[in-house]
């Protein structure tokens, strides 16, 4: 790989590096990938010529972390190919075409719109201010604009989008915006909204941690898992006790799956058992019915035997 560009004397040169890097790509980065870029940035000033595997020795990361870094420099445009080698690209100049090349989905009248909403700006400051110790980069004042118009968020959701992200060490906007997806597909609007999905959701935390310490799991729950859980919560309205009851019957069974035990409480729900009275009601009463078809299987073959037993009395006659 061959890195171009200007001859300078090592003893009297420095490695730049603009605050936007530590803005807009530091955050979602690998450390490792960070490490590759800083040592190509400072061996770009020397118009020098390295090969993978010497940045490979030299920084002590295995050959395919280099390559990842390399092509995911590239992907975020950092590093451009060319048909010599690599350059590096003027990160302000990217930025700055950002800013100037709005992006279609929002048109010039919503963000004229949006500049003048001094709610919206108020939470724009405080997340510069809370998130980004005062050095949110322009660009992302724009994507919070945007996400505005795209999910209909009201400011305390935004905010607290934000938070949410920030909690679980992901401020980034890969994280924020598969958050913000997540949550626009559960209609959440207001802050309200967000309140009422949060009790749902620790609801389901609390009911997955019963199931899994009840069926002795040493492995995480699925994703799956979690989507019969979620209905069985949500669309079905079954607590623990009935749920457990289920669990029990698919213990007899040898059959603890989930998918089982979702049979059989699709079973109950599509029978209008809503209480833990009525699934045992209809398990007695089911019981019961077995028990009355067994018999009548038996003296069914008792009946059959006898008759077989005269024939055999006809014939010795």
Same mark, same amino acid.
Not at 166 to 170: F, I, L, M, V, W
């Given at each position: 790989m061959k890195l171009i560009a200007n001859d300078k004397s090592f003893l009297f040169s420095s490695t730049e590096i603009p605050d936007v890097f530590f803005t807009e790509y530091l955050p979602e980065a690998k450390s490792e990938f960070v490490k590759v870029y800083f040592y190509v940035l400072f061996l770009s000033k020397y118009n020098t010529e390295i090969k993978i595997n010497d940045l490979s020795k030299t920084l002590g990361l295995d050959f395919p972390t280099v390559q990842d870094a390399i092509k995911y420099w590239e992907g975020r445009g950092l590093l451009v190919k060319n048909p010599t080698g690599y350059s590096l690209a003027n990160l302000q100049?990217?930025? &700055?075409?950002? &800013?100037?090349?709005?992006k279609i989905s929002l048109s010039p009248e919503a963000i004229e719109k949006n500049a003048e909403n001094q709610y919206r700006a108020k939470v724009m400051? @405080?997340?510069? @201010?809370? %998130?980004? /110790?005062? +050095?949110? @980069?322009? /660009?992302? %004042?724009?994507d919070i604009d945007l996400w505005f118009e795209k999910y209909g968020f009201d400011e305390q959701v935004m905010l607290a989008l934000f938070n949410y992200a920030? =909690?679980?060490?992901?401020l980034h906007r890969n994280?924020?915006? +598969?958050?913000? =997806? /997540?949550?626009?597909?559960?209609? *959440?609007k207001t802050f309200n909204d967000l309140d009422l999905y949060f009790e749902r959701r620790e609801k389901i935390n609390i009911l997955k941690k019963k199931i899994a310490q009840k069926l002795h799991l040493s492995r995480n729950l699925t994703a799956y898992d979690e989507e019969y859980i979620q209905k069985w919560q949500?669309?079905?309205?079954? =607590?623990?006790?009935?749920?457990? *009851?289920a669990m029990k019957k698919a213990a007899t069974k040898n059959s603890i799956s989930f998918e089982y035990i979702d049979k059989l409480l699709s079973d109950w729900h599509e029978k209008g058992l809503s209480s833990i009275s009525d699934v045992n009601t209809y398990l007695e009463a089911f019981k019961t019915k077995d028990k009355k078809v067994k018999q009548i299987k038996q003296i069914a073959l008792e009946y059959t035997? /006898? +008759? %077989?037993?005269?024939?055999?009395? &006809?014939?010795?006659n």
């Open positions: 100049e990217i930025e &700055l075409n950002k &800013l100037y090349h709005p400051d @405080s997340i510069n @201010s809370q %998130f980004f /110790s005062g +050095t949110m @980069s322009p /660009s992302w %004042f724009a920030y =909690d679980n060490r992901a994280y924020i915006q +598969t958050v913000a =997806d /997540s949550w626009n597909k559960e209609h *959440i949500e669309n079905y309205h079954y =607590d623990m006790d009935i749920i457990e *009851i035997q /006898s +008759t %077989f037993d005269n024939w055999d009395a &006809l014939y010795d």
